[in-house]
């Protein structure tokens, strides 16, 4: 019975059904007498359901009840790393290795753990052992790239090890799909349509390509161009929650906001809990004049700003902005901004919310209120916003950033939020200027290219010790800013528990 269960959980997971796999195992792998098996698939079910956390408890025991297993060992290191458990992980890595686990996966898990702890000349090495196990393998080539561009700001040795693989296997998608992005966001925006166009003169029929070709023709300014590449990959997967976003975005940057209401109306239908999708339903109903865009976009209402409130044992918040300034002086020690973020100009500590650190702990602990209040003070309703409150939720993100001078957050969504926020601690001298508005966080403008461009409909000045919560799926980026201090803000999300 346990045998069969365990196979009909994978093949659930394997199927991206995980909130079903945890119902089906969940009464036996609590049992004080459940195999390593059911554990280990219990586990990977939970994290499948974006709760990692709970599944920690179960890697544990499948590893106390199989000591020389080298896979639970793996499995738990890889659970540790979700939840940044950077030290244990490292250790838990090391150990499924030396009972003889030399796989790429390893090696990646590995040089992460390494990455979260700064090491990061063994992480680049760790990422490389794994890539000599595999040539192809897209994961790690990106935490290689991005770790190299962050620590340098190179774009050329960031590349190193992906070109050399590319020379090899010039038609792998991952691989092209990665060079792009690494130059997207090095700001190399033509050298990334051009790996795009290139290969797709290959492989024209690629729907991958084509998304990311789509995506990057906008970026670009060709836009009819951008909706022809949509076009063509719409055939291939017409209902994919990805074609539908290129196929919207396009069709906003041209000027027919008619055509994007109706897509994005599809995409919210597949996919009803992206933020994103909700943030191009929005843009393209601003454009049309419809008023549903005023309602969901009620920035007096959604937009609010708190003061965080003083944590126990401290006297006063001056004092612990003071402390938490000096902890992230430590940990903001690369140079540039990570892949695929809305950062440009600065550097990002990730994962504090999962951070033992006592004074992350204590800024979380009192985040919570404050989040508590929000909900308590947009009273209930059953808007998108309000709609999905539980009475409880969880931090699914947080996150430090460092902006340097000419710095900025591009405009974007939170596609898998449902709260986010900004946390203010050092702010540029500039914020002070209600004209020029440097480093003033704004909403409503798209991140997305639109016809005719839209701006800012909404903007708050940022203070130290504020705290601006918002929905997820609102557009929001901030002004960049010329005087030479930096803007040191930490970030998170939240969704409905």
């Known amino acids: 019975m346990t045998a069969e269960i365990v196979r009909q959980a994978w093949t659930l997971v394997d199927q991206g059904r995980a909130v079903e796999a945890v119902a089906l195992t969940k009464t036996a792998a609590a049992a004080p007498q459940a195999t390593a098996g059911l554990l280990i698939v219990h586990a990977a079910a939970l994290k499948g359901a974006d709760r990692p956390d709970e599944a920690l408890a179960f890697n544990r025991r499948a590893v106390v009840a199989t000591p020389n297993d080298r896979i639970a060992w793996y499995n738990l290191a ?10 244990e992980g490292e250790a838990a890595i090391r150990k499924a290795m030396a009972l003889g686990l030399d796989v790429p996966e390893a090696w990646l898990v590995l040089g992460r753990a390494l990455q979260g702890q700064s090491r990061y000349d063994e992480a ?10 595999r040539d192809g393998f897209a994961e790690a ?14 774009l050329a040795w960031a590349l190193t090890a992906l070109s050399a693989s590319l020379a090899r296997s010039p038609d792998d998608t991952g691989l092209i799909l990665l060079r792009s992005t690494v130059e997207e966001f090095a700001g190399d925006r033509p050298a990334a349509y051009a790996t795009l166009t290139q290969a797709l003169a290959r492989r ?59 897509t994005a109306g599809r995409l919210r239908a597949a996919a009803p809990l992206d933020q994103y999708a909700l943030a191009l339903q929005s843009t393209a109903w601003r454009l049309a004049g419809d008023p549903r865009q005023a309602s969901l976009n009620d920035y007096a209402s959604l937009v609010r700003a708190y003061t965080l409130p003083t944590p126990e044992g401290w006297d006063s918040l001056a004092g ?15 140079k540039t901004h990570p892949l695929q973020q809305s950062l440009r100009g600065g550097s990002q500590v990730p994962s504090l919310h999962q951070s033992p650190d006592p004074l992350f702990q204590a800024f979380f602990a009192q985040v919570r209120k404050v989040v508590a209040l929000y909900l308590a003070d947009l009273g209930p309703g059953d808007d998108p916003m309000r709609g999905r409150a539980t009475g409880d939720f969880r931090f699914s993100g947080g996150w430090s950033v460092r902006l340097a001078p000419n710095g900025f957050h591009a405009d974007h969504v939170h596609p898998q939020g449902w709260i986010s926020s900004a946390f203010y601690l050092d702010l540029p001298v500039g914020v002070a200027d209600d004209t020029r508005r440097e480093g003033w966080i704004k909403f409503g403008q798209p991140g997305c290219v639109t016809r005719p461009a839209l701006g800012p409909e909404h903007e708050v000045r940022p203070e130290p010790g504020m705290l601006v919560l918002f929905p997820s799926y609102m557009w929001h980026g901030t002004r960049a800013f010329t005087s030479p201090e930096h803007r040191l803000t930490i970030a998170f999300d939240v969704v409905p528990q």
């Open 78 to 87: 890889a659970t540790l790393g979700d939840l940044a458990e950077a030290g």
């Open 124 to 133: 680049e090495a760790a990422f490389l052992a794994a890539i000599a196990r």
């Open 141 to 154: 080539h990106r935490n290689l790239a991005q770790l190299r561009w962050m620590r340098s700001g190179d």
């Open 204 to 262: 024209p029929g690629d729907v991958l390509l084509l998304l990311a070709a789509s995506h990057m023709a906008g970026e670009i300014g060709e836009v009819e161009t951008m909706l022809d590449l949509a076009r063509a990959a719409e055939p291939v997967a017409p209902q994919a929650p990805q074609v539908l976003t290129a196929l919207t975005e396009a069709q906003l940057a041209v000027g027919d906001p008619a055509a994007a209401a109706q």
């Open 320 to 334: 612990f902005l003071d402390a938490l300034r000096a902890r992230l002086a430590e940990r903001h020690d690369l």
